[in-house]
């Protein structure tokens, strides 16, 4: 049996991350029998800014990409029917306001070494797309880590020290450097980029294609 690592690239704020991993999972189901598949997260901001309290997501939106609010909206509309046939929670998603994510990312660093990364990843897209609950919050934080079975004091001591701050700063700067400067992005046996929240067949087809070439 074929072993691939995929390192994901994604930021909690990010919707198509979401949408990408749903379909990433669906093709590794269909890779099951043939493939072992080993998946680790990695940190990326899209709101860097730490401070303020957000905005309203439609307004930040259109000013980011020149368009108005009433073709984000439907843009928006059409990410939550893409996510609703693939079982996410979506409901919020123009409710949300913009959110800084390192936190988040350092409890998913933790989360990772309780063996819990990916379910503590699903809770804050969960939390964050599905509820619009603010994903800098302390209180939200540590209730998406009892959520995936962790432990809440723990989760506080991260969240009130710098741990694991190194970490995401370190995964940020090395896929910049890397040229990774969208998400979802998909890096396969630390070679081969796969970008974009591709469809499932997609993805079966590149990771044969992968698994198939020489050590």
Known sequence: MTTLQIDIVSDIACPWCAIGYARLE???AALKDD??????WH???????P???GEPILPALARKYGRSEDE?????????????????NFEKLQERYTRNTFDGHRLVKWAGEQGKQTEMKMALFEAYFGRAENVTDTEVLVTCATSVGLDAEEARTVLSSDRYADSVREDEA??????VSAVPAY?????YLISGAQEPDTLIDALREIAQEPE
Do not use: C, T, W
Not at 35 to 40: F, G, L, R, S, W
Not at 43 to 49: K, V, Y
Not at 187 to 191: F, S, T
């Open 174 to 179: 090395r896929y910049q450097q890397a040229g």
């Open 187 to 191: 890096v396969v046996n630390q070679k």
């Open 43 to 49: 940190a990326f901001e899209l709101n860097p800014d």
């Open 35 to 40: 493939m072992d598949i080993q998946v680790e």
């Open 51 to 53: 401070s303020g309290d």
């Open 72 to 88: 984000m909206r439907a843009n928006q509309a059409q990410m939550m029917e893409i996510a609703k046939d693939l079982g996410l």
């Open 26 to 28: 669906k093709a590794m």
